[in-house]
């Protein structure tokens, strides 16, 4: 039984055609993953579904008195509420009920009236169905399973990172259960053990849902239906991500066959016609004119613009580029153990461990970002750093990617950067949009391109594959093998960095223990 069906989604912004005519049904047993390259549309689809954007042309019908829950990639909040009851408003009703139901104990006290006895009655039972008074054990299990625990449930919300907002903000979603979950990248922010837990979750989970990833293995693990959003088209495939693959392939493989068969039938005809347009056989070649303007002609299958990444290095003699000795790091007060290392030239080092635990607060405190409680870090004088932040924020979202690099480089021809942009998978139409109106993926290949354009000899990254499609990973993998100087790497994909970087620092073993 279908939950929701879109039906001929077409839809534009500026001269890019998103959808044209799309379609796609979303059944109650399917537990659905949504891919497509960075700009496809795919985030623009889930708030189409929402109603938060207007399609140009589009049917779409949801089943009625179905609950959805919606997490988007920018997830934010603004509430002056702790975390604990933050996630407790998930449950809003239910607490209701209970000051409800305090209220008749209240009123009885005074005018003894068994009515408010027994209305209190029904309210206990409400209660005890919802499993109201397991509520805390509940929320304690989902704070762990993302790994918000170790925030606190007094902290502040808003006092969170963009990411830790993210994750408490999806937590409050899966609390509320809803009949319908849309997630857009929920494991931008999370490190290996809450993704595990997220899987889990999501395996056992009743509803159906969306689920928008650049992570294939978790679509992999949690998918029985894949839907690809590409050059206009949304096409569903049943299975796994690796069968959805393999059917793509042989989908593409097919088209391609009939192309070139429609291809030499064309070249056929049209020699035929070059040659007998005159003569005996004229009426014959007129015959085949008309249908030929009559052909409905395929099309090759195509592919988006390949990003490749080449970050230009200066030479560097020193043979010690990094030291880092009794760094105390933190905000109000320490987050790790004094921390001590140091990298020689050329070495690749990751940064690993559960979001939260330090990672960009250790990086922004080498960096000279902000104080520390104690301790040193020094380049040699000779570095000179590129640094990656994993923030999408702009100083002005409405200028263009164009606008952008003229700004950080004044002195480069307008030609030169949209060949610098192209070469990071920015198309013509995207160079000359808004910022705020490009995907997450999009926003990132213009930052990569920033650090492109900066001659250097250490590379800092705070998780930059967050929103890359796999092609846009596997070309900034590369490049950074490829660069001849350091590179410290913050990512919690381990299959990003497998087997060729140098060492790996667990962040996490040097937490200070609360």
Known sequence: MSILEVTDLSMSYADKQLYDQASFVLNKEDHMGVIGQNGAGKSTLIRLITGQTLPDACQIKWQRGKKIGYLDQYAES?????????????????????AKQAKCYADYATTLDDALLTKAGKYQEQLEAADFYGLDVKIDQVMTGLGI?????????????????????????????PDVLLLDEPT????????????????????????????????????NTIIDVAFGKITKYTGSFQAAIKQKEVKKEVQLKAYEKQRRQIEKDEAYIRKNKAGTRAAMAKSRQKRLDKLERLTPPSDNLQAHFNFPY????????????????????????????????GEKVVLKGFNGVGKSTLIKSILGKIKTFGGTAQFVDAAVI???????????????????????????????????????GINAANTLKPMKLLSGGEQTKVKLCLLELKPSNFLILDEPTNHLDDETKQALKQALMNFPGNVLLVTHEASFYAGWVDKIFDVENIQLKR
């Open 78 to 98: 603004a509430h002056d509420l702790t975390i604990g009851a933050f996630l407790q408003s998930a449950f809003k009703k239910l607490y209701e009920i209970e």
């Open 149 to 177: 625990d170790v925030l606190g449930k007094e902290r502040q919300v808003s006092s969170c990172s963009g990411g830790q907002r993210s994750k408490i903000i999806l937590a409050k979603l899966l609390l509320e259960e």
């Open 386 to 424: 590129n640094y990656f932040t994993q923030e999408l924020t702009w100083q002005d979202p409405n200028q263009t990617p164009l606008q952008v690099l003229q700004d950080a480089y004044p002195k480069l021809e307008p030609k030169t950067i949209r060949q610098r942009l192209a070469r990071a």
């Open 314 to 345: 200066l030479e560097l003699l020193s043979s010690a580029t990094l030291r880092v000795k009794k760094l105390s790091v933190g905000y109000n007060k320490p987050l790790l153990e004094p921390v001590t290392f140091s990298m020689s030239h």
């Open 188 to 223: 931008n922010y999370l490190d290996t053990e809450h993704i595990e837990w997220l899987i889990g979750y999501l395996n056992e989970f009743s509803g159906c849902f969306m689920v928008i990833s650049h992570d294939y293995d978790f679509l992999e693990a949690i998918t």
